[in-house]
């Protein structure tokens, strides 16, 4: 009977089809998953130690200067030649600034991460810029621990 269908493998089949079908849309899903970037907010725009140092920085300075968190090198610094500007987005940790928002001095709180390599070259090439545009960069290291008369005493020199 040429004309016999077998049910089963067709049954057999239509399965596998579908099984193959379902794991592409698995991969292809996971895969999309992994390239879109994901996002959450994060707590607090400083971590605590930057907070402290926020705080403290704000308390003795405060009155005559703003204190400003989370400064990007190309909200303060221009560059004169051309050329792209990618080098100046790049945060430092704090500005000071008059009270008609000029920059005074900027600051970095630096922990033990910021002796990798790849964060020495970013230091570095922090410090250069700075250098150049002719502005201080204060840079309190957290080993060294929090001692305000020392942050008073550092800061006082640049003012």
Same mark, same amino acid.
């Given at each position: 009977m040429e004309n016999d269908i077998d049910y089963n493998?067709?049954? #057999?089949v239509v399965g596998a089809a579908l099984l193959v079908t379902i794991a592409i849309f698995i991969i292809v899903k996971v895969i999309a998953r992994?390239? =879109?970037?994901? *996002? $959450?907010? $994060?707590p607090c725009l400083l971590t605590a130690t930057e907070m402290k140092y926020y705080n403290a920085l704000t308390a003795m300075f405060g009155n005559d200067y703003c204190v400003l968190p989370q400064i990007n090198l190309?909200?303060?610094?221009d560059k004169e030649d051309a050329g792209y500007r990618t080098e100046l987005f790049r945060n430092v940790d704090f500005g000071l600034f008059d009270k008609a928002l000029r920059p005074i001095l900027l600051?970095? #709180?630096n922990d033990? =991460?910021?002796m990798r390599k790849d964060r020495r070259l970013r230091d570095e090439? @922090?410090? @250069?810029?700075?250098?150049?545009?002719? #502005?201080?960069? @204060?840079?309190f290291?957290? &080993?060294d621990g929090f001692d305000e008369r020392?942050?008073?005493?550092? @800061? &006082?020199? *640049?003012?």
């Open positions: 493998l067709i049954l #057999i992994k390239k =879109t970037p994901r *996002y $959450k907010l $994060k190309a909200s303060v610094i600051i970095e #709180i033990n =991460t910021h090439k @922090v410090h @250069v810029i700075c250098k150049k545009a002719r #502005i201080p960069l @204060v840079t290291w957290t &080993k020392s942050i008073y005493t550092t @800061v &006082k020199k *640049y003012l």
